[in-house]
C-alpha cells in the first residue's frame, strides 16, 4: 500500500512542479492549441494556449511509477516490475507519441485538423495489437471476455486473432472516447483521474485477494500490485496536472494526453480483467462518443438535420447557455457517478465469486 500512495505522491509533485516549465518552453516556441473553426465562439480566446501537455503528463507518471519501486528495493531493480504494470505505461506513451504526431500536424498546418481518421486508427490497432500479443505472452491473461475479475461463463474463450481485435477496439473505444471529452478545461483530466482511482482500488484488491482473481503472470503475486502502482502514478500525474489545466487552462493535453489517458484506461481493464465493466467506469465517455455517433447519424439519414446543438455533449450544452464552468462541474459529476457506480458493481460480483480477503 505504501507503494502505491508512493507512487502518486511522487507523480502529483511532479506534475505541479514540472507543468510551469514546460509551458514557458511551449510558449516560447509557438506550441499552440488550435481552436476548431466551427466550435463555440467562446473558446477563441483559447488559441496559442500551449499544447502536448500530455507529454508532461505522462513523464509525472512514469517517474511515479519508477519512484514506487525505488521505495520498496533501495534502488532500480529489473525483478521489481512486472510485464503488466510496464506494459500499461508503455501503451500510454506509444500512444502518446500518436498523439504528438497529431498534435504536430495540426501546428504544422495551422489548423485545428491533424492526422486523418485512417492514420490515427492504423497507429492505434498497431498498440492494440502490441498490447494483446504482450498480454498473452508475459501475463496471465487469457482470450476470455471478462467483466468485473472474472470470465464470463456463458461465452467461450476467443481465438487469439479474435481477442487481439477485442483489444484493438478497446485502445481505440476509450483513447478517442477520452479524445472527445478534451473539449473544455480540465474535463478530460479530471474524468480519467477517477478512473484511475477506481482502477487503483480494483488492483490492489485483486492483489489482496488471489484466491478469487488468481495471479497476474510472473513477478511473485505482485502482478496486480504493480497494475495498482501504475494506475496510482496516473491518477497522481492527472491531479498535477489538474491544477494547471483548469479552467482557465494554461496549458491543455492535446491528443498527447488525450489518446494516451485513453489507452491506459483500456490496457487497466484488460490486465484487472474488468474489459465490459470499463463501459461503465468510464461512462461519461461513452456518453461522449455516443452522442458524436448519434450526431453523424442523423445528419446522414435525416438530410442534414441535427440532434444535438454541437457535438460532442459538452459543447451541445455550451451552446444552450451554460458556463463552461458549469458544463465541467456538472459532466464532473456524472463521471464521477459511473465511476462510483462501476467500483459498488465490481464489489457486488467480488461478493458473488469469493470471500473477503487478509
Not at 461465452?155 to 478534451?182: C, H, K, M, Q
Not at 483530466?189 to 510472473?218: C, K
Not at 495498482?228 to 497522481?236: K, Q
Amino acid at each position: 500500500m505504501q507503494a502505491v500512495l508512493l507512487s502518486t505522491v511522487v507523480a502529483l509533485v511532479v506534475g505541479l512542479a514540472l507543468t510551469p516549465w514546460v509551458i514557458d518552453v511551449f510558449r516560447a516556441r509557438g506550441i499552440g492549441e488550435l481552436i476548431r473553426e466551427d466550435g463555440p465562439a467562446t473558446h477563441f480566446v483559447k488559441h496559442g494556449t500551449p499544447t502536448m501537455g500530455g507529454l508532461v503528463l505522462i513523464t509525472a507518471a512514469t517517474i511515479g511509477y519508477i519512484g514506487a519501486h525505488l521505495s520498496l528495493s533501495g534502488g532500480v531493480h529489473l525483478r521489481n516490475f512486472t510485464p503488466a504494470g510496464v506494459m500499461v505505461i508503455a501503451v500510454a506513451w506509444a500512444l502518446a507519441f500518436l498523439g504528438m504526431i497529431d498534435d504536430l500536424a495540426k501546428i504544422r498546418r495551422t489548423r485545428s485538423l491533424g492526422l486523418n481518421k485512417r492514420a490515427k486508427l492504423l497507429g492505434q490497432a498497431i498498440v492494440g495489437f502490441a498490447l494483446a500479443f504482450g498480454a498473452l505472452r508475459w501475463s496471465a491473461i487469457d482470450t476470455h471476455i471478462t467483466w468485473s475479475g472474472v470470465a464470463i461463463s456463458v461465452l467461450p474463450a476467443l481465438p487469439r486473432i479474435g481477442f487481439a481485435i477485442w483489444v484493438v477496439f478497446l485502445i481505440a473505444a476509450e483513447s478517442n472516447g477520452v479524445n472527445l471529452t478534451d473539449g473544455v478545461d480540465g474535463l478530460a483530466a479530471g474524468s480519467a483521474a477517477m478512473g484511475f482511482f477506481v482502477f487503483t482500488i480494483i488492483a490492489f484488491w485483486e492483489f489482496r485477494n488471489p484466491g478469487v482473481y488468481g495471479q497476474l503472470g510472473r513477478g511473485g503475486g505482485t502482478g496486480h500490485l504493480d497494475i495498482a502502482i501504475a494506475s496510482s502514478a496516473l491518477l497522481g500525474s492527472c491531479i498535477g496536472f489538474l491544477w494547471w489545466n483548469a479552467a482557465p487552462a494554461r496549458i491543455i493535453m492535446g491528443d498527447t494526453g488525450a489518446l494516451s489517458l485513453g489507452g491506459a484506461l483500456a490496457a487497466l481493464a484488460i490486465f484487472t480483467r474488468t474489459q465490459l465493466l470499463l463501459a461503465v467506469v468510464g461512462g461519461l465517455f461513452v456518453i461522449e462518443t455516443l452522442s458524436v455517433a448519434m450526431q453523424v447519424f442523423t445528419y446522414r439519414v435525416f438530410d442534414g438535420r441535427r440532434i444535438f446543438a454541437m457535438a460532442p455533449l459538452h459543447h451541445h450544452f455550451e451552446l444552450r447557455g451554460w458556463a463552461e464552468f458549469t458544463v465541467i462541474v456538472r459532466f464532473w459529476l456524472i463521471a464521477a457517478l459511473t465511476a462510483g457506480l462501476g467500483l459498488a458493481l465490481f464489489y457486488m460480483d467480488f461478493l458473488a465469486h469469493g470471500t473477503l480477503g487478509p
